[in-house]
């Protein structure tokens, strides 16, 4: 079993930037992927980031150049920075993790963007 904890988010002035971290805890050694996705009001939920244990990233279209995604296999963490905050970054954004071909999740984290 995997368990993830996010930390972060909340209100933040567009332009500005927000960090949000995850800590991935339960019976295993380092989580094959590791990552971020968010849900806007009324969409469906989408990609930010992620990033495997050999460190390759992947993000998702919206937030190309304005990503900084990074985990730390010790603590068994992963950390999203996201810059040029817009209105439309505003949505719940979930931690994930996935081992053996397996999906976790985390309950989430508001972020809200204010123009």
């Known amino acids: 079993q995997v368990q993830l904890l996010e930390s972060g988010g909340g209100l933040v002035q567009a332009g500005g930037s927000l960090s949000l971290a995850c800590e991935a805890s339960g019976s295993f050694a380092r989580l094959d992927v590791m990552g971020w996705y968010r849900q806007p009001p009324g969409k469906q939920r989408e990609l930010v980031a992620e990033?495997?244990?050999?460190?390759?990233?992947r993000s998702g279209d919206s937030v190309e150049g304005r990503f900084a995604i990074s985990r730390d296999d010790v603590r068994g963490t992963v950390s999203l920075t996201l810059s040029r905050l817009k209105p439309e970054d505003t949505a719940v954004y979930f931690c994930?993790?996935?081992?053996?071909?397996?999906?976790?999740w985390g309950r989430g984290t508001l972020v809200t963007v204010s123009s």
């Open positions: 994930n993790g996935v081992l053996g071909g397996l999906d976790y």
């Open positions: 990033i495997t244990s050999g460190g390759l990233k």
